[in-house]
């Protein structure tokens, strides 16, 4: 499946961004999504996940109760909304599916398809 992310920019610290997904080539609904983030200088790390069906969600604790993961099958999107920002925030977005769906998986080694990437950049 190829991925197209979008959404990201500068915002201050505080505010809100909301990144979206669009998948294409593929059968959408079978693929877990993800997010992950890769800060300058730092190893990608994992943002965000949904489960094929909107089920089940998982997030990284560092943005638990400010970041909401969501998908519109109907549309092969998925996005990410992101709300209080801080600038410890700021990298590049990238998502990512997985297609085999009984599991959930917050490794990137184990994503084999990938999004170009959104930067997203929170001043202070």
């Known amino acids: 499946v190829q991925l197209q992310a979008s959404g990201g920019g500068l915002v201050q610290a505080g505010g809100s961004l909301r990144l979206s997904c669009a998948a294409s080539?593929?059968?959408?609904?079978?693929?877990?999504m993800a997010w992950f983030r890769q800060a300058p200088g730092k190893e990608r790390e994992f943002v965000a996940v949904?489960?094929?069906?909107?089920?089940?969600?998982d997030y990284a604790d560092a943005v638990k109760g400010r970041f909401t993961i969501s998908r519109d099958n109907a549309k092969n999107t998925v996005h990410l909304q992101m709300n209080s920002l801080k600038p410890e925030d700021t990298a590049v977005y990238y998502c990512?599916?997985?297609?085999?769906?009984?599991?959930?998986?917050?490794?990137?080694?184990?994503?084999?398809?990938w999004g170009q990437g959104t930067e997203v950049t929170v001043s202070s």
């Open positions: 990512a599916a997985d297609p085999i769906s009984y599991r959930i998986v917050t490794r990137a080694s184990q994503y084999g398809d």
């Open positions: 949904i489960a094929w069906n909107g089920a089940r969600t």
């Open positions: 080539g593929g059968t959408f609904f079978r693929y877990n």
